[in-house]
Structure formats: structure tokens, C-alpha cells
């Protein structure tokens, strides 16, 4: 099927044979009788692509057709892009024009939409999920459930599986949740890998598989989670063994839950009985075809085509995809295209082809050219890949896959419309959209991508380590696997010399640096490259040779350390500030020299984005006053009005920040490790004149604000510089604090306060209203109750705090625990109160969980926990409580069971446990579930009631 890409390389080409600045240029070189000539032999080649394309290449024909013509085609683009790229540098090709026609397309996306017809199935795996949870009498080395969803292809099981990992009840009842997906090979450190990802959100570096299992200990032991084991296949029982051993480390009642197409991987992995899903009940089948084959409202205006609809469904078997993708396909069809597919195209469908894979292909059939390439290129890509859409994009514009009808069609535009069809087609999938409702990433579907990888053909290769077969037809390369610090490339690649893509989808940061050689090697031997990725290779230079590359329209040099570019690649062109579809900007100048501020503050110059943008990030900058098309005094008259999220990181020269707290949407504002800022704003508060007050008291202040997170600003005073003048003769200035006119200020609608290593930080504004608090190794006079509220008279809603000065909690009024949820006291400060040996929590309302910190307490004697009606379990860790000899529980109702880490507590003599109706029978001897934890203790007390 291969015929779709070539097709659009044709019509690219014609259209650019056509462009009457080649016409210019042909006179002027003198070729343009045969640049006729070509126009004719690239139009031929055309109609005999369409009417291969009309063929399917079912005959051994069409395939040779398409053979002889793909060379020719491909080399008439490449020739063609050769001259227009010369052409434009020698200025024969006039600029584009500036101003290009923005269009809104709308289109019917189903996919965030709600899942039908599989209630039924949630509940029921719900139910044997927290049944099997909650068993006592399973032996210790039986204790990780595996649960499996086995079911045909395209029949929901990963949607099934997704509905049960984001339910609330999943979310409470475990307290970590993994999602990896394992796909054709089963890879046991490649799996602990995903897990890792999945539990920090951070990439994983490499580390061998005795590191790997440390840091899995450090991430999951001790915490009961919850994994669920997508598209597994593998049917080797030892490989499964070897998993589930190094699985065995969280706390009794977790849980893994696998997805399989085999019943045989289902018996190998269960410990429970497989459920079975099955496919939707025609009811259900029906509903979901009307979703997406009518318009609202339309299957009641015309039942004629209700008939033939339900016909249509016939073919589907039930299954969710098969049920999605005709529907889609037959969106805004008439009556006539619908009977005519029904009668004509799926009876084409012969009783022992694959159903649901000939659903997929006339679906991909039915797509235009252009839209073909685009889906095809997905196949570069791993399986279960989330793709981002604005990389997706870029990607398509440089292969030439984007096909404007007119000269004034924006590529961008219409990238965006070419997205929303494919997704509207179900191609794409399970889409995530930003705070703003934009589309920012999706998947595709297992058999959607085996679709892409069949329909590639031989132009396309996903290469594997060790592989050495590599066909000189090749143009689109992507390597399946993270290229090393000694990674040369093979000899049989470098005949490749009609590369167009160099993709590397699933390189990590892991501390390689890329040979300059190797470098130098791609760029002298792929000198037809559209797409070049070198990100994450630890490059630290980038050859001049770079500007040979004329055809070239991508290049990631993303988390590299490159120090310098050479002239043909810098900030400036990239043109940001026309850029109307950026939203976010992330600029990292880590890792440069130390002594090229310069050079930093002229590449941030050149990266002046649109006016739209709603997130930005700045790191390494190391220049004392950040660009000027942010540095604006009067905030107003700033183009970046609509940012929503700022961070800026490893600034450590900055000595100046914008006046963040006028821009009218910021929601978000972190700063980390800007050790040489003093104050947030240079406005000099003259106390001797009390009419003079910072500009920002006479104005709105951060009137969005709802997460400030200030870390590691070692030399942060305060918000503003206030002081007297004393001495105007040799203006000496005296700064002190103002506390009472600060007061005027507040953080009004912060709910989130993060502040960390700012030891001179004395005062801030007032934070009301936040919910969500951290304070660590900061100076005292940040207290809590200072920081939250005024009016000590008023309730904090405060839910959760974490701080590392213990005396800052006992200050706390009970007022402010009302609310409270999490409490934690980290563990710096608490080290210091090894000598502590009494301890009571007592009434803390919302408290679910134990302060991790207070495992420092080593020489703790008694712990009493009274009235804390929320608390759900005792921690595993309390056997560090080695001195322990007296606990207390008192009214806690929640506790339903005793930790494993009792039987450690070798020193205790007495157990009080009072109105804990969760306890009372597990803890009676000699037949209670947790006797054995506790019989060890001398004296043990159960008492129902404090009467009894």
C-alpha cells in the first residue's frame, strides 16, 4: 500500500513544478523545455499511482508499476527541493507572504467521550479486585493477585483496564497506581524500566538490572500499589516467574492486572480466574455506531438509514473498534455512499478474512493521499507510543506530507485539520488536552499501528539493535532502541543514500556523549535528510557541515551540550514570534560554558515567541537580566499577556525577574535555584513618606495565582525592597523590613504554597486561602500560622502541610487541623528529636496515613494515637520504634488490621486498644487474623467501650 506515500510525493511535485518562481528560474537557467518534459512524465506517473491506488496493489501488476516509478518520483522531489533551497539563498524565490488566512476547523472528536456498554464489566472486576484485597488467609507467598482481561483484538480490553485505573475507588484504595505496557516482547528489565517512569514521571537512565532493582525497592517497597501489565503475549512461563519475583516487594494487598489476547498468557500469570470480555450487546453496538456514524439527532429524522446502519453493524462481531471505525468512516456520508458500502465494499469481505484488521483497511482505503502518508509515518514509532501532536505536526511539514490547495493556505492550518481528521477516524486515540481544551498528545490503537506498519511498505524500517538487513529502498529510518556512547553506524546503512528520516523515538538522557565522528559520519552520508533527531546524544558541538544538508526541515537538538551553532542554524530563524500555534516555549541553556552569558542573552533575544503563549520555561540562563521581550517594566504593555505558567531554573545570576505579579492569567509561578536574587521586585518602598508604597499595592496583585513554589533562592529577602532614607548626602540606603505595610497585600486566590531553602526570606505576602503547604529549611519567622491567615481568630483551610520544624506544629491552634488531610514532617529536623519519648496524636480530622518523618523517633517509649476517626492503617515502618514499650489506640474506627511490622516491636509490654471496632476481633487471641502479630506483647487490652 505503499502507493498512498508515493502518490503524495507526486503531487507535492507537481505543485512545485508548477510554482511560477520555478517557471522564473528555468528560463533563467535555460532548462524549461525540460522542465515541461518532467511535468508531463511526473503527471503520467500520477494517474498510474491513482489507479494503483484503485487497485489496492492486489496484483503483481501494480506492485511492478510501483517499483520501477518510486526511484523516479523520489529523485524528482529530491532535484526539485535541491533547487528551490539554492534558489532562496540566492534570493531568485520571494519571501512568503506575512500575512496568511487562519482557519477554525471543526470536527466530531469522540474520543474523550464517554466508554459504552461496559459498566457491567468495572463493577464485576471491581468487585473481585477488592474481594481478593481483602482476603486474610492467603499465604505469604501467595500474596500479589494477578488478575487478567482476556479478550479478542479490538474488543476493549485496554479501555476496560483504563476505566478501572482511573477510578476513585482504585485511587483511594492503594497508594500507588502503574500503568506499563509490554507489547510483542516480554522484557523483564525493560518492564521494571516502564514501571520506574511510571512511578517517578521522570525518564529512567541506564542503569544494569542489579541498580534497576534498587531503585524499584526505593520507589514501590512498602506501598500497596496497583499495576496494570497491557498487551501482554508472553507465553514463557520463566520470564513470568522471574517479574513476579521482583513484583513481590510492596505491601500485602497489592495487585497487578494484565491484558492479553491469549488465554494461554491469562492460566500462566493468574492467580485468580481469567474474566473473559466479551463483545457489546447489539444494543449497545447500536448506540455507539449512532455516536459516530450521525449527526445529533439524525437517526430519528432518517430512518431509512437507520435499515441500512444496522445491516452495516452486522459485519462488526460487537467489537468496540470495528463499531468506531466504520462509524467514523460513514460520518456526514449520504444515503447512496452508505448502501453502496454496505453492498458493495463489505460484501467484498470473504468469511475467513480477519473482519476486524479488513474493517481497518477500508477505513485506511477511504483516506485521502496526504492523510495516508501522515497515518503511515505513525509506524516509526513503538507500539503504545503517545505521540504529541505539535512534534507529530512538525514531523508531517518536513517530510513535504501537508499539501496546501492554495498559496496562502497556512502548512500549520493545515497540519491541524489533517490531526483532527485522522482522530475523527479513529486512527488516534485516548487524546489529552491542556488546561486551555488545545489537543496535546494521543495513541493509536494496537491494530491501528500494526495497520501502519503493514501499509509502510518497504520505504519505512523500525531498526532493532544487531540488525544488519537494511534494503537501499529505504527512506524513512527509526531506531527501536537507545544508541550508546560507542555506537558506530553499521556499514550496510551507510548505503542508504535516499534517507529522509533519522528518527530516534525512544533515546533517553542517560549520560552518552555521541562521537563527533559518528556525527560527522550521518551528516556526510545522508545528504538527503528532511528529519534529523540528535536529542539527548550529548553532542557538544554541531559540524558546519550541517548547512550541506539543503533538503533539511527538522532538526532536534533537544538536551544536548552544545555550546555554540554555526551561522546557518541560530534563534532567529526560527521566527518564533509568527508562530501563532506555539503555547509552550522551553528554553535549556544547561550545561554551556560558564563564561558565555553573551552568547546566551543573543540566542534569547532571537526566541521572542507569539503573543499566544501560555507556558514558559527558562533554565540555565546565565545572563544577570533575562530578555527584553519579557523584561518589561510596565507589565501592560508585555506581548506574553497570556501566559498561564512560568518557571525559570538554574539561573543563578539572575539578579532581576519580571513584575510577575501583574500579568492578568498566571496560575503558576515556580523559581528554583535563582541563588543571586534578592527581591521578586527592585521597587524601593521609601518608609519615610508614607504615600510611597511599591506600585504593585496600588494595583492588582496576581490576581489567577494559584500554585507559587519558590526553591532554592538562597539570598530572597522579600517581595520588594522597602527601606528609610537615612543619609541623602552619600545615599546611603538602610533596608528593613515593613511588615506592616505588606499586610496590605495577599496571595488571593493561592491554594498552593510551595517555599524551600530560602533561609533569608523574612516576609511574604499573606496566603489566605492555600490548602496545599510546604515549608522546609526556611527562616522562622515564616511560620505557619503567620503565613496562612491575619486573622488568628479565622479557620485555616489548610488540608496539607508539610513542614520540617516541629515547633511550628506545636504552635498551631486546633482551628487549623481541622481540614488537615496530610501531614508530614520531613525528616531533616525530626532526626534532631532522637531523645523524644513520649508522643500523643490526637484528634487530627481528615488524617488518613502516619507522617513518614516520625520513623526518625527511634527512642520513642509510648505512643498514644487518640480520636483520629480518618486513620486507615498503621505504617509497616513502626518496627523502627525499637525502644517502643506502650501503645495506645484509642477511637480510631478506620483501623481495620495491624501492620506485619508488630511482630518486630520486640521491647513493647503493653498494647491499649479502646472503641477500634476494626480491631476488637482481628486482635483476640488465640483465634483473631492479628493475634500473631501481637501475641509476643504481655499485656494486651481490647476494650469496646472506655466503660467497659
Known amino acids: 500500500m505503499a502507493e498512498a506515500v508515493l502518490f503524495g510525493v507526486a503531487e507535492e511535485v507537481l505543485k512545485n513544478l508548477g510554482s511560477t518562481a520555478l517557471d522564473d528560474i528555468a528560463s533563467a537557467w535555460g532548462f524549461k523545455a525540460r522542465l515541461e518534459k518532467l511535468k508531463n512524465t511526473i503527471s503520467t506517473i500520477k494517474d498510474v499511482l491513482l489507479d494503483a491506488e484503485e487497485k489496492q496493489a492486489d496484483s503483481h501488476a501494480v506492485r511492478g ?22 534558489a532562496s539563498r540566492r534570493q531568485l524565490m520571494g519571501g512568503n507572504k506575512l500575512t496568511k488566512e487562519v482557519k477554525n476547523f471543526l470536527f466530531p472528536v469522540q474520543s474523550d467521550q464517554e466508554i459504552i456498554g461496559r459498566d457491567g464489566d468495572k463493577k464485576a472486576l471491581l468487585d473481585l479486585m477488592f474481594a481478593s484485597s481483602s482476603t486474610d488467609d492467603v499465604p505469604e507467598h501467595e500474596l500479589l493477585p494477578v488478575i487478567s482481561i482476556v479478550g479478542i483484538e479490538g474488543q476493549g480490553k485496554t479501555t476496560l483496564a483504563q476505566l478501572i485505573y482511573n477510578d476513585d475507588q482504585v485511587d483511594i484504595h492503594f497508594e500507588l497506581r502503574l500503568w506499563v505496557c509490554v507489547s510483542d516482547i516480554f522484557n523483564v528489565k525493560g ?9 517517578t514521571n521522570t525518564e529512567t537512565p541506564k542503569l544494569d538490572m542489579e541498580q534497576l532493582q534498587g531503585r524499584l525497592r526505593q520507589e514501590i517497597g512498602d506501598r500497596k500499589y496497583f499495576l496494570v501489565l497491557d498487551d501482554v503475549w508472553n507465553e514463557d512461563r520463566e520470564e513470568w516467574i522471574k517479574l513476579r519475583a521482583l513484583l513481590k516487594i510492596g505491601r500485602k494487598g497489592s495487585m497487578i492486572l494484565v491484558t492479553t489476547r491469549s488465554r494461554e498468557v491469562a492460566n500462566i500469570m493468574s492467580t485468580l480466574p481469567p474474566y473473559q470480555l466479551q463483545g457489546l450487546s447489539e444494543e449497545n453496538s447500536w448506540d455507539l455506531f449512532v455516536k459516530m456514524a450521525f449527526m445529533p439527532g439524525q437517526a430519528q429524522k432518517e430512518p431509512h438509514l437507520v435499515k441500512v446502519g444496522k445491516e452495516i453493524i452486522n459485519k462488526c462481531a460487537n467489537v468496540p473498534l470495528a463499531v468506531r471505525t466504520l462509524g467514523s468512516l460513514l460520518y456526514g456520508k449520504d444515503e447512496s455512499k452508505w448502501w453502496s458500502f454496505n453492498d458493495t465494499t463489505l460484501a467484498n469481505i470473504s468469511e475467513n478474512q480477519n473482519n476486524i484488521m479488513s474493517i481497518l483497511k477500508l477505513s485506511y482505503h477511504h483516506l485521502w493521499s496526504p492523510l495516508k502518508n501522515c497515518f503511515t509515518y505513525c509506524a516509526l514509532f513503538p507500539k503504545d507510543s503517545r505521540y504529541k501532536k505539535e512534534i507529530l505536526i512538525d514531523l508531517w511539514m518536513a517530510e513535504g506530507f501537508i499539501i496546501p490547495t492554495n498559496e496562502n493556505q497556512s502548512l500549520e492550518d493545515l497540519a491541524e485539520e489533517y490531526f483532527l481528521m485522522l482522530l475523527q477516524r479513529c486512527f488516534f486515540q485516548d487524546i489529552i488536552r491542556n488546561e486551555w481544551g488545545a489537543i496535546t498528545s494521543c495513541k493509536m490503537h494496537d491494530l491501528m499501528h500494526d495497520l501502519a506498519q503493514e501499509v509502510a511498505g518497504v520505504k519505512f524500517k523500525v531498526t532493532k539493535f544487531g540488525d544488519s538487513n537494511f534494503n537501499n529502498r529505504i527512506h524513512h529510518l527509526s531506531f527501536n532502541y537507545r544508541l550508546s556512547s560507542s555506537w558506530k553506524i553499521p556499514s550496510c546503512m551507510l548505503d542508504l543514500k535516499l534517507l529522509r528520516t533519522f528518527l530516534l523515538p525512544v533515546q533517553r538522557e542517560d549520560g552518552l ?15 538527503c535528510l528532511r528529519v534529523l533527531d540528535l536529542h539527548h546524544l550529548g553532542l557538544q558541538c554541531l559540524p558546519s557541515s550541517i548547512c550541506q544538508l539543503i533538503h533539511l526541515r527538522y532538526l532536534n537538538l533537544s538536551v544536548t551540550s552544545i555550546k555554540d551553532l554555526p551561522a546557518s542554524v541560530n534563534g532567529a530563524k526560527a521566527n518564533l514570534s509568527s508562530k501563532h500555534r506555539l503555547t509552550e516555549l522551553h528554553i535549556d541553556l544547561t550545561g554551556l560554558d560558564e563564561d558565555v552569558s553573551d552568547y546566551d542573552i543573543a540566542v534569547m533575544e532571537g526566541l521572542q515567541p507569539h503573543p499566544n503563549l501560555r507556558k514558559l520555561r527558562i533554565g540555565g540562563f546565565r545572563g544577570q537580566k533575562l530578555p527584553s521581550w519579557i523584561m518589561i517594566d510596565n507589565i501592560s504593555g508585555s506581548l506574553l499577556l497570556n501566559l498561564v505558567e512560568i518557571r525559570l531554573y538554574r539561573c543563578e545570576r539572575c539578579l532581576e525577574v519580571p513584575t510577575f505579579g501583574r500579568l492578568p492569567f498566571l496560575k503558576r509561578l515556580t523559581l528554583e535555584n535563582l541563588s543571586s536574587l534578592e527581591y521578586m521586585e527592585n521597587d524601593i518602598c521609601d518608609l519615610s513618606s508614607s504615600s510611597s ?3 504593585p499595592i496600588e494595583a492588582v496583585f496576581f490576581p489567577s495565582l494559584e500554585e507559587l513554589m519558590l526553591i532554592g533562592l538562597s539570598n530572597l529577602k522579600g517581595w520588594w525592597k522597602v527601606g528609610a532614607i537615612v543619609n541623602n548626602d552619600k545615599k546611603e540606603v538602610s533596608y528593613q523590613l515593613a511588615q506592616d505595610n505588606l499586610l496590605l497585600m495577599s496571595f488571593s486566590n493561592l491554594s498552593k504554597l510551595w517555599i524551600e531553602r530560602c533561609p533569608n526570606l523574612m516576609v511574604l505576602p499573606l496566603s489566605p486561602n492555600v490548602e496545599k503547604l510546604t515549608l522546609v529549611e526556611i527562616n522562622k519567622t515564616l511560620a505557619v500560622l503567620k503565613m496562612t491567615t491575619s486573622f488568628p481568630q479565622c479557620s485555616s483551610k489548610l488540608k496539607q502541610l508539610s513542614i520540617d520544624n516541629i515547633e511550628d506544629l506545636i504552635s498551631l491552634p486546633k482551628e487549623y487541623m481541622r481540614q488537615l488531610s496530610l501531614l508530614e514532617v520531613q525528616d531533616g529536623n525530626l532526626k534532631a528529636f532522637k531523645s523524644l519519648r513520649y508522643l500523643q496524636l490526637r484528634e487530627i480530622p481528615k488524617l488518613v496515613a502516619f507522617p513518614r518523618g516520625l520513623q526518625h523517633l527511634a527512642n520513642l517509649r509510648s505512643l498514644e494515637i487518640r480520636f483520629i476517626k480518618d486513620l486507615k492503617e498503621l505504617p509497616e515502618w513502626i518496627s523502627c520504634f525499637q525502644s517502643l514499650e506502650h501503645i495506645e489506640l484509642f477511637d480510631c474506627p478506620k483501623l481495620t488490621s495491624l501492620p506485619e511490622g508488630f511482630r518486630k ?28 502479630k501481637i501475641q509476643h ?10 466503660f467497659d
Do not use: H
Request: charged letters at 20%; one cysteine or more; proline letters at 6%.
Open 65 to 86: 508499476w510501483l517499483e520501477r516509478l518510486t526511484t523516479a518520483v523520489y529523485a524528482a522531489d529530491d532535484l526539485f527541493d535541491e533547487i528551490a533551497t539554492v
Open 191 to 199: 518492564i521494571i524500566e516502564k514501571m520506574l517512569m511510571s512511578a
Open 513 to 527: 556523549i555521541l562521537g563527533k565522528s559518528t556525527c560527522l559520519e550521518i551528516l556526510s552520508n545522508f545528504r
Open 693 to 695: 508604597l511599591p506600585p
Open 905 to 932: 516491636l520486640t521491647s513493647i509490654t503493653q498494647l491499649r486498644i479502646i472503641e477500634c471496632p476494626g480491631l476488637a476481633e482481628r486482635c483476640q487471641g488465640p483465634n483473631g487474623k492479628d493475634w500473631t
Open 937 to 946: 506483647i504481655p499485656l494486651v487490652s481490647i476494650r469496646e467501650s472506655i
